[in-house]
């Protein structure tokens, strides 16, 4: 199928499927906001449940320490709860 005739979403999918990305990764590289990019993979994890294959999240990191036990897988979160660093690696999506 030709690259043009495929939605932003089977593109995303396909790219998922070649190497993790964080939903900035994603944005940045189809040009789309990051809330936008998030909606994207949720639909694709939804829509991958018909088949053998599953979305796989590694979740945040805290650069400054290594704590990555979040509440929340997907979303990136503002700082570290542990030593309260802002810098928190985003969680990667991957297709496997």
Known sequence: MREASRTTRQRIADRLRDEPMAAGSIANDFEIP?????????????????????????????????????DDLTNRPSR?????????????????
């Open 34 to 70: 990051t809330s936008t990019a998030l909606t994207h993979v949720e639909h694709i994890a939804k829509s991958l449940d018909a088949t053998d294959e599953e979305l796989l999240v590694a979740p945040p990191e805290c650069n400054q320490c290594g704590f990555s036990d979040f």
């Open 80 to 96: 570290c709860p542990e030593c309260k660093a802002e810098s928190v690696a985003e969680p990667a999506y991957r297709i496997g």
